[in-house]
């Protein structure tokens, strides 16, 4: 799930325009015209909302443009760009920045693919069935990975990798729910195969892991936080 924060001052008069520039990038994404505001001097607002210049926007915490030299300032904040000096970050870094946040979520649903596949091969464990295994899997060019004492390691290791993913995601969007969730399923991946051989909690060890990565890449924008409208017009 990525969060977008808007950080503005009331006296500052780029507030507007900052807000339209998050609607043209939101827009253009074909995103929800969803984020969180937070005015500066506001005692509710977060502590960290106080080292940013007005108006600032951060996408998963981040700012999507870095001036350090303005932040923190009680003053409107300026931006460099093609046409010169301006009071907001463009609809383009913004857009950009988003585009960068969602790459990982990406990845978190592929790095499932392989340790969901590897744990449906079998352990090779009847010596009359390898002749048909052997053939089976030296077709597709991998038929060492039939005996368990490599089938084993290399489970652990793309387990590993998917709940490697899942926790960079979780911590960048500080939702562990899904990370949870992919522990239980690929401890149910290495009970079902390893422990009890049961093929029912194999399964559904691969379903449970297949979710969380799918939960964690899918939640993106169409679940952000909703707006905080400390003004009148925001949209909701």
């Given at each position: ?9 009331d ?40 080292q ?8 998963d915490?981040r700012d ?42 990406r990845?978190?649903?592929l790095?499932?693919i ?10 090779v ?21 039939a ?5 084993l390691?290399?489970?652990f ?7 490697g ?10 939702k562990?729910l899904?990370?949870v ?11 079902g ?17 297949t ?10 924008l ?14 909701t």
């Amino acid at each position: 799930m990525t969060t977008v924060e808007l950080i503005f001052d009331d006296t500052c008069p780029n507030v507007e325009p900052a807000r339209e520039q998050l609607r043209t990038a939101l827009t253009q994404l074909g995103l929800p015209l969803a984020w969180t505001e937070w005015r500066r001097d506001d005692p509710a607002s977060p502590p960290y909302v106080r080292q940013y210049g007005s108006p600032t926007v951060l996408v998963d915490g981040r700012d999507v443009v870095r001036v350090p030299d303005t932040d923190g300032a009680a003053c409107c904040r300026l931006y460099s760009g093609p046409d010169g000096m301006r009071g907001t970050p463009s609809s383009a870094d913004i857009a950009r920045a988003i585009a960068v946040s969602q790459a990982p979520n990406r990845r978190v649903a592929l790095a499932a693919i392989p340790s969901a596949v590897l744990s449906l091969l079998p352990v090779v464990t009847c010596p009359s069935c390898w002749p048909g295994y052997a053939a089976i899997l030296s077709s597709l060019g991998i038929g060492a990975i039939a005996e368990a004492r490599v089938v084993l390691p290399l489970t652990f290791v793309f387990l590993a990798i998917a709940l490697g993913s899942l926790a960079y995601t979780s911590r960048r969007t500080r939702k562990w729910l899904p990370l949870v969730v992919g522990v239980v399923g690929a401890a149910a991946i290495v009970i079902g195969k390893f422990a009890i051989t049961s093929d029912g909690v194999l399964y559904a060890g691969v379903a449970v892991l297949t979710t969380a990565s799918l939960w964690s890449s899918v939640g993106r924008l169409s679940s952000l936080v909703p707006v905080h409208a400390f003004r009148k017009g925001v949209p909701t």
